[in-house]
C-alpha cells in the first residue's frame, strides 16, 4: 500500500494536460477525496498504474516530475513533521529511512557511497523494498520529490552533484536537467541523488526537536512498524487502557491470552521492553494533552496513568527537556 496523498495534484495537472483527473481515478476505484487526506491508503501497483496510464494517455513522459513539482513534505503525513523539525539533514535522512513504511512499505531511502567513487560525495539512494523495479514514473515522481524536499529544507540548491536514473530517458534529456538543476544520467543500477557528504551535517532551518520528538512519538505510538507484531498489539493495548486500567504486565497479558514471561520474551525477540512500550505510549499521550489541549496538569497527570503531578513533570523533562508548562507555551507559540 502507499498513501493516497502520494497522488495529491495529479487530477489537477491531469485536467490541465486536456485529461479528465476524476474520470482517471474512478477507472482505478480510487475517490478523489482520498488523494486530501492524511489516513487513505491505496495499493502501490494501482497509483502506479495510474501514473504510468496517464503519462501515456497525454502523451506526457516526465508527468511523474511535473506532479513532484507541485509537491511537498505534506504529502508524508504525519512523517513530514518529524523531517521537517530534525536538528540536521542527516538526522532527516535517518528518520525518513526508519518510517517511510508510514508512506508505503514498498519504498526505502538511504545513504550509499557515492556511486562513481569521487570523495567527498555520497549518494542518497531511493528504492522500492521489492524484488521487481519500480515503474519509471514512479521512479520519476520519487526521487523528484525527494530532490525537491530537500531543496524546500535548505532553502535552496543544495550542492547536487549529478542524478542517476535505473531507465531511459523519457522525455527529452532537458526536461529532467532542468527539473533537477543538475546533470542527469540514465540507465543506471538505482535511482540516487549524488550530493556533497557535507550535506549531512548541516543544519535543517528552523528545526524544534520538541516537535520532532512529538511527532516521532506519534508515529510510533500509531502505526505498526513491519516485524514488531506483538510490540504493535501491546501498544494498542496499552493506549487503550492507559489511565483508566492497570498497565502491569501481567494484566496486559492476560488480554493477549498469554504468560507474562512469555509476552516479554516475545517482545524482547522484536527489540524492546513492556516497560519501554508503556512509557512510549505515555510519552506520546502526554505531548498530545499538554500539547493540544487545556486540560489541567493534574488531569493529564491521571491520563497517562501517573499518581502524581511531580512524576508528570519529571517525565516531561526526560522526554521533551521541558517541563509540562514550558512544553505547552512552546507549543502554543508554534501554532502563532
Not at 502491569?248 to 524492546?272: C, F, M, S
Not at 493534574?298 to 526526560?318: I, K
Request: hydrophobic share 45%; charged share 20%.
Amino acid at each position: 500500500m502507499v498513501r493516497a496523498a502520494s497522488l495529491r495534484g495529479l487530477p489537477a495537472l491531469v485536467d490541465a494536460l486536456g485529461g479528465d483527473g476524476a474520470a482517471l481515478l474512478a477507472r482505478f476505484r480510487v475517490p478523489a477525496p482520498a488523494l486530501d487526506s492524511d489516513d487513505a491508503v491505496v495499493p502501490s501497483p494501482a497509483a502506479a498504474q495510474i501514473l504510468e496510464t496517464a503519462a501515456a494517455e497525454l502523451g506526457c513522459p516526465d508527468l511523474g516530475l511535473r506532479l513532484a513539482g507541485q509537491q511537498n513534505a505534506t504529502v508524508l503525513g504525519p512523517l513530514a513533521l518529524a523531517i521537517e523539525n530534525s536538528p540536521t539533514f542527516g538526522a532527516a535522512l535517518d528518520t525518513a529511512n526508519r518510517f517511510l513504511f508510514v508512506h508505503s512499505p514498498a519504498l526505502t531511502v538511504s545513504q550509499i557511497p557515492d556511486p562513481a567513487g569521487r570523495p567527498g560525495v555520497v549518494g542518497l539512494l531511493y528504492r522500492g523494498t521489492e524484488a521487481e523495479p519500480l515503474p519509471p514514473q514512479v521512479v520519476d515522481l520519487g526521487l523528484g520529490l525527494f530532490h525537491r524536499i530537500i531543496v524546500l529544507l535548505h532553502g535552496g540548491p543544495y550542492g547536487l552533484r549529478s542524478v542517476h536514473l535505473p531507465h531511459a530517458a523519457l522525455a527529452p534529456p532537458g526536461s529532467y536537467t532542468g527539473f533537477f538543476g543538475a546533470d542527469v544520467r540514465f540507465d543506471r543500477p538505482d535511482a540516487v541523488l549524488r550530493v556533497p557528504a557535507g550535506l549531512a551535517a548541516m543544519p535543517v532551518p528552523g528545526g524544534n526537536q520538541v516537535l520532532r520528538d512529538i511527532a516521532v512519538d506519534y508515529i510510533t505510538s500509531h502505526f505498526p512498524a513491519p516485524g514488531r507484531a506483538v510490540a504493535d498489539r501491546v501498544r494498542l493495548l496499552l493506549s487503550q487502557a492507559l489511565g483508566t486500567s492497570p498497565v502491569e504486565v501481567g494484566a496486559v497479558a492476560r488480554l493477549l491470552r498469554t504468560h507474562p514471561r512469555t509476552l516479554q520474551r516475545r517482545l524482547a525477540a522484536e527489540g524492546t521492553t513492556f516497560e519501554a512500550i508503556l512509557d512510549e505510549v505515555r510519552r506520546a499521550t502526554a505531548a498530545r494533552l499538554i500539547t493540544q489541549t487545556d486540560l489541567p496538569f493534574t488531569q493529564v497527570t491521571a491520563m497517562v496513568g501517573l499518581t502524581e503531578q511531580s512524576a508528570l513533570s519529571r517525565a516531561a523533562r526526560r522526554w521533551f527537556g521541558l517541563s509540562p508548562r514550558a512544553l505547552r507555551a512552546t507549543a502554543a507559540a508554534r501554532s502563532r
